[in-house]
């Protein structure tokens, strides 16, 4: 019965046939079909990595569209020129005043006009915002 060669003798055995060195030291020199042998092993090598290979292609992909889910569940800072919030929603406001940058929570009312809980209209230039997450459930 044939034992099944690894992938390193597979290899062996190519080189040894295409440097046509058929001699001792060929992983395939005792079977007398050695040259149909090898290209039989090496075929089904070839199958079993494609395979291997089409898995691992599933594999990434998957990872990617987890990663890619992941990435848009995470909230980015939006300038204003872009885009700005649904008026009177709270949102976490970055303001620009006097060389400085505050964080603060605040909502936009209309015209460019912002608030700031407890200070009322908003000094500064406000240049990005950001949702805030939800608050957290009581038990």
């Known amino acids: ?5 690894t992938p390193d003798e597979i290899k062996k055995g190519l080189e040894c046939c295409i440097e046509m060195c058929c001699r001792g030291n060929c992983p395939y020199f005792e079977d007398p079909e050695c ?6 092993d090496a075929f089904s090598l070839i199958q079993q990595l494609e395979a291997y290979n089409a898995q691992l292609e599933r594999c990434i992909e998957n990872m990617t569209d987890k990663l890619n889910a992941a990435n848009d569940a995470i909230p980015c800072w939006i300038p204003v020129e872009e885009r700005m919030p649904a008026p009177h929603e709270d949102v976490a406001i970055i303001i ?3 060389g400085y940058a505050y964080l603060r929570v605040g909502w936009y009312v209309c015209a460019c006009q912002w608030m700031q809980a407890g200070l009322g209209m908003i000094e500064g230039e406000v240049t990005h915002w950001l949702p805030l997450p939800e608050s957290p459930k009581e038990e």
């Open 1 to 5: 019965m044939k034992t099944a060669k």
């Open 35 to 40: 040259t149909t042998s090898v290209r039989k």
């Open 96 to 98: 620009r005043q006097g």
